[in-house]
Structures are given as C-alpha cells and as structure tokens.
C-alpha cells in the first residue's frame, strides 16, 4: 500500500468553500481502480492549511491511473484554483 501525502495551503477566506468542494471531490478519486481510502485533516495552528491523504494500492494507481482520468479533470476543476502555492505531492511506503 502508498500513502500520498500532500500539504495544501488554501487561499485566504476560501476554506468553508473548499471544505464544501472538496467533499464533492471526493466521488471522483474513490471512483479509481486501486483507491483504498482518503482524509484531510485541517492545521490547528493555521487556518488555511490542510494536509490530504489518500491511501492508494500501487504508486502508478495513482500517478497513471488517477490522474490521466477524467475523474481527475474533475477533481482539478473542482479544487485546484483553491491552492496557493500549488501543493508538492509525495508518496510513502510503510517500512515498519
């Protein structure tokens, strides 16, 4: 299993609405082959910072199979005019 981590700093005063657009988001990644399960948690500390985790079978689940999809158009229309700067992805595998 690859848990994709990504940091996402929302621009100022849009959180409520991207909370609102992001739970309608969420159809269109759990819709891929190899998607096991995703969270956002929200920064404590600052106010427009969140931290997404999506928890995928294989790295190229999500890499090909997401995001040369039509579900990810939708998802980066939906979501990505929020980030500022755009968000850095990362992948992880458990060692222990």
Not at 8 to 13: A, C, E, H, P, R
Not at 28 to 35: N, T
Not at 41 to 57: D, Q, R, S
């Amino acid at each position: 299993m690859i848990l994709e981590v990504a940091i996402l700093n929302i621009k100022d005063n849009l959180e409520k609405q991207f909370e609102i657009d992001f739970l309608k988001a969420g159809q269109y990644i759990s819709s891929i082959k190899g998607y096991k399960s995703h969270s956002i948690k929200k920064c404590i500390e600052k106010k427009n910072k969140y931290i997404l985790l999506v928890n995928w079978e294989t790295i190229e689940d999500h890499n090909i199979g997401f995001r040369s999809s039509e579900a990810y158009k939708k998802w980066k229309a939906l979501l990505h005019h929020y980030y500022d700067p755009f968000p850095s992805v990362e992948h992880y595998e458990t060692v222990i």
